[in-house]
C-alpha cells in the first residue's frame, strides 16, 4: 500500500475526503457520486483484447445527452469526470466542445487515452483544462505493447506523443499533470523497470503500475525495484490494488460504486467500469430518477462483490465502508 503522500494521487481511501458521502451511505445505504467515468465512443484505434469496452457497438454519443448529464451530475454534487471507454474518447467529433462543458459546469476532468492519435488542438484543450491525462502504454516494447493492445507498430509513435504532452504542458506553464498507466501481467512485468526508465527520461509526472482485471501475476517485486527511479518531479507508484493481492474479501455488497458513476455510450448507466453489462437504466429517464431508481438498488444488492474478479477499482473503498457500514461493534469507544 502507498504511504499517504499528497503528491500521490494513488493513495488509498480518498473517500474519507467526502465524508458527507460516507454518513450517507451509513445511513441511507447509498449516496450521489463524487466521480463519474462517460463513454463517448465504442470506437476505437486498438483492440486491446481485455478491453471491458471492445464488444460494444452503440453509436457515438450525442452532446445533448452528454451535457444532460454533466448538468445532472453537477447538480448532485459531482465533482469530477473522467472520459475514458468504452473506445478512444479522442475519436468523438465534439470531444473538445464536451470536455469544455464540464469544465463550465464546474466539475474537474481527466482523460484516458491510448496516446495513438495526435491532434494539436485536443491536445491543447486538454493540457488547458483537464487535471490530469494518462496514457495507457501498457507495453515496454513494440512486441509486448503489440499483444496488449491488439495492433502493431504504434508503440514508437506512442511515446513520441507523450513526449509532445509533456512539452506542450510545460511550454504553456500548465498544472495538467502527464501521467503513464501500465497494466501488469506475464507480458509486461519484465518490462517494468525498463519502461519506467524510459518514461522518467520522457519527463512525465508518473507512471501507475496496476493490475490487469481479473490476473494474479504478482509484479510487486519489479514495482519495488522501480521505485528506486522515482525522483521528486516522478513517481512511481504500484496499485494500492496490491495491498489486496490475494484476492481475499471481507465484503459481499459493493457499496463503493455509489461513489463512482459509469454512463456508457448506449446512455445507459453501468453498475462500474467492469461490470459494464450490469445495467441499470438509461439517462433518458432522467439522471435523479435512474440513480435513486429500485433497479438500481436491485443492481447492488444482486452483485455479490464475494465473486467480483480479484484486485478491484473499489477494493479499498469499499474495505472502508464496509466497516461504517456494517461492522462497527462498541462504536463509541475510539481506542
Not at 517494468?192 to 503500475?209: A, M, P
Not at 490476473?215 to 527511479?229: H, M, Q, S, V, Y
Amino acid at each position: 500500500m502507498e504511504r499517504f503522500d499528497q503528491n500521490n494521487p494513488f493513495v488509498p481511501y480518498k473517500a474519507l475526503g467526502h465524508l458527507d458521502r460516507i454518513v450517507d451511505i451509513r445511513d441511507k445505504g447509498w449516496c450521489w457520486p463524487v466521480c463519474a467515468d462517460i463513454w463517448l465512443t465504442d470506437r476505437c484505434n486498438h483492440a486491446c483484447p481485455e478491453c471491458a469496452g471492445f464488444r460494444e457497438v452503440s453509436p457515438d454519443m450525442d452532446p445533448h445527452t452528454a451535457h444532460k448529464f454533466i448538468d445532472g451530475f453537477a447538480e448532485t454534487g459531482g465533482k469530477s469526470l473522467t472520459f475514458t471507454g468504452g473506445g478512444e474518447p479522442l475519436l468523438h467529433g465534439q470531444f473538445v466542445e464536451i470536455l469544455r462543458y464540464a469544465r463550465a459546469a464546474g466539475l474537474d476532468v481527466s482523460v484516458l487515452t491510448n496516446g495513438d492519435l495526435w491532434d494539436e488542438r485536443i491536445a491543447r484543450n486538454i493540457i488547458e483544462h483537464a487535471t490530469y491525462i494518462r496514457v495507457s502504454l501498457d507495453g515496454y516494447n513494440e512486441e509486448s505493447h503489440a499483444k496488449m493492445h491488439g495492433v502493431k507498430g504504434r508503440f514508437h509513435r506512442v511515446m513520441t506523443n507523450i513526449l509532445k504532452y509533456v512539452e506542450l504542458r510545460n511550454d504553456t506553464d500548465s498544472r495538467c499533470a502527464v501521467g503513464v498507466g501500465y497494466l501488469c501481467c506475464a507480458d509486461t512485468i519484465p518490462g517494468i523497470v525498463r519502461i519506467t526508465q524510459e518514461c522518467r527520461s520522457l519527463g512525465v509526472d508518473y507512471i501507475h503500475h496496476r493490475p490487469l482485471y481479473g490476473n494474479t501475476d504478482d509484479p510487486r517485486c519489479a514495482i519495488e525495484a522501480a521505485k528506486g527511479l522515482a525522483t521528486d518531479g516522478f513517481l512511481v507508484a504500484g496499485s494500492s490494488k496490491y495491498a489486496h493481492f490475494d484476492g481475499r474479501r471481507h465484503h459481499h455488497r459493493c457499496y463503493g460504486q455509489w461513489l463512482g458513476a459509469v454512463l456508457k455510450t448506449s446512455g445507459r448507466f453501468a453498475f462500474c467500469c467492469c461490470l459494464g453489462g450490469t445495467e441499470f437504466g438509461p439517462l433518458s429517464e432522467g439522471w435523479q430518477d435512474v440513480w435513486t431508481s429500485d433497479r438500481h438498488h436491485s443492481a447492488v444488492d444482486n452483485v455479490n462483490a464475494m465473486y467480483c474478479k480479484p484486485l478491484c477499482r473499489w477494493q479499498a473503498a469499499n474495505d472502508l465502508l464496509w466497516r461504517v457500514k456494517e461492522e462497527a461493534c462498541h462504536p463509541n469507544f475510539i481506542a
